[in-house]
Nanobody, 113 residues
Framework: QVQLVESGGGLVQAGGSLRLSCAASRSTFDLMGWYRQTPGKQREMVAHISSGRNTNYADSVKGRFTISRGTGKNTVYLQMNSLKPEDTAVYYC?????????WGQGTQVTVSS
């Protein structure tokens, strides 16, 4: 069973930065990414990165967030700069290894105005 362990969430003022990390217990994944969810809303994609390090971002975070993978490819990071109150959410790490998808437990990010 693959486990994804996230860290790095917290409380930050608007304009500040946070770095999220996600470490998988094993395997090299085809795709890893970050999603976020607020109460009453669907989980939305923030960014993802392929094993070939191709990246894709939600329009709302382009230019502010950067996703990267560790050398071993079973870790993924999300550098979040210029944070806004609307970035407040629970952030989830996701890892895909066809045909399965794995999720982390989530880490809270709160941006105060």
């Amino acid at each position: 069973q693959v486990q994804l362990v996230e860290s790095g969430g917290g409380l930050v003022q608007a304009g500040g930065s946070l770095r999220l990390s996600c470490a998988a217990s094993r395997s090299t994944f085809d795709l890893m990414g970050w999603y976020r969810q607020t109460p009453g809303k669907q989980r939305e994609m923030v960014a993802h990165i392929s094993s070939g390090r191709n990246t894709n971002y939600a329009d709302s975070v382009k230019g502010r967030f950067t996703i990267s993978r560790g050398t071993g490819k079973n870790t993924v990071y999300l550098q979040m700069n210029s944070l806004k109150p609307e970035d407040t959410a629970v952030y989830y790490c996701r890892a895909d290894l066809w045909p399965r998808t794995y999720w982390g437990q989530g880490t809270q990010v709160t941006v105060s105005s």
